[in-house]
């Protein structure tokens, strides 16, 4: 038998070390949308190189992929959702386009 304490800062350690990037946390507001329709407003909480955590303050229905558009980035963000407790999403990045007038380009998340 093993006899080694397993303490929460154990656990909290191995949890963080599975995690791509490193979050920064965040308190953008940010606007979802599926194939261009609206459907409700969401609070980033946090954002890496991979992904984001979401708080929507509604219950919905989601796609596996979406559209964020956030004020503070100028571009739309294509998300595929990762994981879903209560009102929290965590999502990574599928894409970004450019969606200024004079570029309808879009860039591979990577």
Not at 7 to 29: G, H, N, P, W, Y
Not at 36 to 56: A, N, P, W, Y
Not at 75 to 87: F, H, I, N, S
Request: aromatic share 6%; glycine share 6%.
């Amino acid at each position: 038998m093993f006899n080694h304490p397993v303490t929460t800062a154990k656990i909290l350690k191995v949890q963080a070390d599975k995690r791509r990037a490193e979050r920064i946390s965040s308190a953008f507001s940010g606007a979802v949308s599926v194939n261009g329709e609206f459907q409700c407003h969401c609070v980033i909480k946090d954002v890496s190189t991979s992904g984001m955590r979401l708080h929507l303050p509604v219950s919905s229905d989601l796609p596996d992929e979406f559209d964020i558009k956030a004020p503070a980035v100028p571009d739309l963000m294509r998300v595929r959702k990762q994981w879903e407790k209560g009102p929290y999403l965590g999502v990574s990045f599928v894409n970004v386009v450019d969606d200024s007038p004079e570029s309808g380009d879009i860039q591979q998340a990577g």
